[in-house]
């Protein structure tokens, strides 16, 4: 594939089976397949995980988006549903696949107050003028970047060349959000006009400073020794994501209620703070910090 050309484009929903946005979405876009297709390239799509909707949870044996390193992608041996599952898209859409898509989108919901959040696996030319443009369209899209240095992303937009995670919220799990939906339809169908015009060789459609929150860490409840949690999110950091979290302010609160505060020795920008999923994950919060980015 030229690096200035996609030839096709992978929309997938329910990667996590009780996120019901992305899964509705692919449903109305495979009802009305034209609302998807563009001149230059071709759009597919894909419903990831459909035994963990049925039950109607997250997943069914193990979390999908994190089963495609491709140390799993290459282990015959791995017996879980999602890790077999995975294999298989990739197999069909991945790098080299049958129907080997060149951009994956990614769509997901979140329990945390994040509004509509583009994650982009990487600061390369394509994604941060993706970034910019969705920005230029919807300037209350945020722009998180949360792959580590030397970190490999084991989620599924990973298994393309470019890729992208959409997440919306808050809605908690198993509901849908009519307005997110709309929000979220909109935001595909933006990502898809950015394709038909960076396939018309038209790299530089915005330039501008794009604002990119990038995840340093992340933060776990207080703890016992047995594990248990301790402490709650404090009420005013509840449903603050993105917003400044500066060292000394409260962070958790106790059951007894004392404060416990952010330790940290410089500002910083929570996201995903309290999201559901997450708490088996041993997280609280993802820790951000914000960066300019000028594009010229």
Known sequence: MSLNHIHRVAIVGGTHGNELTGIFLIKKFEDSPSLIQRASFETVTLFANPKAYTIGKRYYQTDLNRCFTRGDLENPNLSTYEAQRAQEIYRTFGTGGEKQADFVIDLHSTTSNMGLTLII???????????????????????????????????????????????????????????????????????????????QGNNHLVKNQLVVYQVTHTIDFPRNELGEIQAMIHPRLQFQDYQPLNPGEAMFLTFDHQNITYPGDSTVYPVFINEAAYYEKGVAMCVTQISEISLE
Not at 156 to 166: A, E, H, M, Q, Y
Not at 170 to 181: K, S
Request: glycine share 4%; hydrophobic share 45%; net charge negative.
């Open 121 to 199: 696996p990487s600061l390369n030319r394509f994604h941060l003028e993706l970034s910019a443009y969705l920005v230029s369209v919807n300037p209350e899209i945020k722009v998180l970047y949360s792959i580590t240095q030397h970190e490999e992303n084991p989620h599924l937009d990973s298994i393309s060349t470019f890729g992208c995670t959409v997440e919306v919220g808050a809605v908690a799990q198993g509901i849908l959000d009519a307005n997110l939906f709309q929000q979220t339809e909109a935001l595909v169908l933006a990502i898809l006009d950015f394709v038909e015009i960076y396939n």
